[in-house]
């Protein structure tokens, strides 16, 4: 028979064979072994970190690799098949991980471990491993009695395949939905790539004309520079409604999963004693409450939200006294936005995005990587999961594999939306020797189209960078111990600092100028164009700030006393709005049941990270303003202060081993341009 993909952990994913056959017979093998060295472990004396932790380590590492395999790839090329192996297979997985978590004989295990005379000789590491163990048994229902265990353990399953349904049912009502335009001057504004690209799209089809889909790559240009009002509305009521009550597909309503997956939260979490999912949550974050967490939004919130009235007040102006809008409408901001900011600044996003073309983009952030560590990245080979899929490897100046990771930068249909990081193998220390990292690194950006290059506008160019800072958060750590390497074990409020830090360096010109050439002509960015970009750079910054701290305060607000037997989703939603924003959407707007961070990410009552480990990212980049000169040094204490720890030591530790003190605020508003505001305690 032909061997497995999915149980062959001697080299690189084989991604180019795995199919939906090999889910089921490799994951329950994987499932037997696992529970094989669970049972073996429980009994294991005397106790120590080689006869118990290692081959514990060996059997989990394996199901996970092989899970996190499928997982990816029900993410990036969604098929029929393969979702349907998928979802046949997360209850069993979710079960063991739940009954894992609750192991009492593993508990009692952890705790001689942690007895031991030899646990003090552990390194910083180690130790980190057994303190979170401990605490992760008890947060995994380990203490509970038998009844409520069970219950716990129903609860993660059902809710595991509550997540996965709402993300499937946002990426087919993404999917589903297509409009086809005959006449071309309904497309007047558009960009030209784009509109090359929808026409691609309808013949691919077998249709005549322009297909216009909810994907960003479309669905932003039309916002942005549609010149019709009409096809902008459109698009916009089929995106705000995907998923809801409201779209065309009643099976794909996201409502009955928000009200279930937010009760299962709640009595999940007074299972264990907590008051709230919020609490539950932050057990394992910086931040210590959800009366902080609120306070800090509060706080940001007052600072900003006269800046933002200011933006609204003089995009309405504008809207009325030159493009002849009265009542300025949800579908009109992006549009008379960006007709204002070309009024202002002389610059359009669409001028800036002719320049950074693909090729030179990655050479400039490779060069960044190489000028803050010292270290190169190259052209690699492996089996990919899509033809536009590359691979890079990432070596020391002594040519030493560092590690390696993908790169899949394209929208397409069957790929979820948004970008994100993943990691595919962690490092790790072992008698064979050290296990090198692998990550992914995802995107949806537009594809080249009549054979040029693709060209990303410049918050394109941002998100590639924010998502390899989290990359080089997985590849740089210098801890072999699985449980703390990389961003695991890392608080998830301290996540983001490494990935907003990285995007500063797109705002630095020698940067900018070295990973720019014009799509036609080669050029780099005009030095005027730059500027002209930086004085835009904090357009509207409030409006944008009090959006993001709309969506942190309405998901804290929802893990946090809310009983949607008494209220409302879409009510709460509205008080949050009412409270912060300027931009009043309609009221048929359906966001929260496309908001997938929330609901089918990592992100419940904790999507205030961003702003939190904003305050980090910021003040970390500011070292770097502070002395100009000493890039590489820097970039070498930073690296091995913050990205190598991994989740050995606390992010706030890192922090003031880098800083040499606590966060402050202060960089944050300067660039942010709210420096005016007073400064505010440190977040953290």
Known sequence: MTPNPLLDFSTLPHFDAIRPEHVAPAIAQLLAEAEAAVKAAETVSPVTWDSFVVPLDDATERLARAWNQVGHLEGV?????????YNEALPTVTRFWSALGQNLALFAQYRRLADAPEFAGYDEARRKVVEHALRDFRLGGAELPEAEKARFGEIREELAALSAKFSQNVLDATDAYALYVEDESRLAGLPADVVAACRVAAEKDGKSGWKLGLQMPVYLP?????????????????????????????????????????????????????????????????????????????????RAKPHARQDRAELEAFAKERLGIGALEAWDLGYASEKLKQARYSFSAQEVK??????????????????????????????????????????????????????????????????????????????????????????????????KPATFTHSDVTTLFHEMGHGLHQLLTRVGELGVAGINGVEWDAVELPSQFMENFCWEWQRVQA?????????????????????????????????????????????????????????????????????????WNRFQHQFSHIFAGGYAAGYYSYKWAEVLSADAYAAFEEAPGKVAETGARFRHEVLARGGSRSAAENFRAFRGRAPRIDALLRHSGMAGAAAAAASG
């Open 354 to 451: 002719q320049y950074f073309t693909e090729p030179k983009v990655l050479a400039g952030l490779f060069d960044v990587i190489h000028d803050l560590y010292g270290l190169r990245a190259a052209p690699d080979s492996a089996p990919t999961w899509h033809e536009d899929v590359r691979f890079f490897r990432l070596v020391d100046g002594d040519g030493k594999l560092v590690g390696q990771f993908y790169l899949d930068l394209y929208a397409r249909e069957g790929k979820r939306g948004g970008a994100w990081m993943d990691d595919c193998r962690n490092r790790r220390d072992t008698a064979r020797g050290t296990q090198t990292p692998l990550v992914y690194l995802v995107c949806n950006f537009g594809k080249g189209v009549d054979g």
């Open 222 to 302: 039309v916002q942005a520079y549609a010149d019709d009002r009409e096809l902008r509305a459109t698009l916009y009521r089929a995106s705000a409604v995907r998923a809801s009550e409201l779209g065309d597909d009643p099976a794909l309503d996201n409502s009955a999963l928000i009200d279930r997956i937010l009760a299962l939260r709640a009595e999940l979490a007074a299972l264990l004693g907590f008051a709230s999912y919020a609490q539950y949550s932050l057990a394992t974050k910086m931040a210590d409450t959800p009366d902080e967490v609120l306070a800090f939004l509060r706080d940001l919130a007052a």
């Open 77 to 85: 090329v969604n098929t029929p098949e393969l979702r349907a192996a």
């Open 515 to 587: 990973m720019t050439a014009h799509v036609d002509t080669g050029e780099p960015l005009p030095r005027a164009l730059f500027e002209r970009m930086v004085a835009a750079k904090n357009f509207q910054s409030g409006m944008f700030t009090v959006r993001q701290l709309e969506f942190a305060l309405f998901d804290m607000a929802l893990h946090c006393g809310f009983d949607p037997a008494q209220d409302g989703v879409q009510q709460l939603l509205d008080r949050v709005r009412a409270e912060v924003a300027v931009n009043l959407p309609p009221a």
